[in-house]
């Protein structure tokens, strides 16, 4: 079996022979792979008429459980946007009536972003399709290896993680 970065591994070790181009043929792959995923993302969040920045926010409110509420400094921490971005997203996703401010009854000054129920309903729409759109990627792959590839790439993540 093979694919595109094996014809760019051989013509790079012609070349540089000197090279080892392991990481290149791990790394090529999986950059071609996340280009891939982005398009299905996009294609799977389209059908509940979200961006994938917009699935991120949405996502982060959802999995912080009943009542769907965080902090704008907790969604900065799980989106990993800057504050004025992120300012950006929850306005318009407040002004699609996905999200909604309120004031944090523990801090007088602060707001708490919550989810609505059309954010709600959106968020999990987008989340069905997008595990359906991320099955199809590992269709090729028992569930052993599919273990395996995450326990891989979790060591390589785990240096990145705070």
């Given at each position: 079996?093979r694919?595109e970065?094996?014809?760019?591994?051989?013509?790079?070790?012609?070349e540089?022979?000197d090279l080892?181009?392991g990481p290149?043929e791990i790394f090529?792959?999986?950059s071609?792979l996340?280009r891939?995923?982005?398009?299905a993302?996009?294609?799977?969040f389209s059908?509940?008429?979200?961006?994938?920045?917009?699935f991120d926010?949405l996502?982060?409110l959802?999995?912080?459980g009943d009542?769907?509420e965080?902090?704008?400094?907790r969604?900065?921490r799980?989106?990993?946007v800057?504050?004025?971005?992120?300012?950006?997203?929850?306005?318009r996703?407040a002004?699609r009536?996905?999200?909604?401010?309120?004031?944090?009854?523990?801090?007088?000054?602060?707001?708490?972003?919550?989810l609505?129920?059309?954010?709600?309903?959106?968020?999990?729409?987008?989340?069905?399709?997008?595990?359906a759109?991320?099955r199809?990627?590992?269709?090729?792959l028992?569930d052993?290896?599919?273990?395996?590839?995450?326990?891989l790439l979790?060591?390589?993540?785990?240096?990145?993680?705070?």
């Open positions: 079996m694919d970065v094996d014809d760019l591994s051989e013509a790079w070790a012609h540089r022979p080892d181009l290149v090529s792959r999986l071609r996340s891939h995923l982005d398009l993302r996009r294609d799977a059908g509940s008429g979200i961006e994938s920045w917009e926010v996502a982060a959802r999995r912080a009542p769907y965080l902090s704008p400094g969604l900065l799980e989106t990993l800057t504050s004025g971005t992120m300012t950006n997203r929850v306005d996703l002004s009536g996905l999200v909604e401010r309120l004031p944090d009854p523990a801090d007088r000054r602060g707001v708490l972003v919550r609505t129920p059309d954010g709600k309903a959106t968020v999990d729409s987008a989340f069905e399709a997008l595990l759109a991320e199809e990627f590992l269709d090729g028992s052993d290896q599919q273990n395996q590839l995450t326990d979790r060591r390589l993540l785990v240096p990145f993680s705070s």
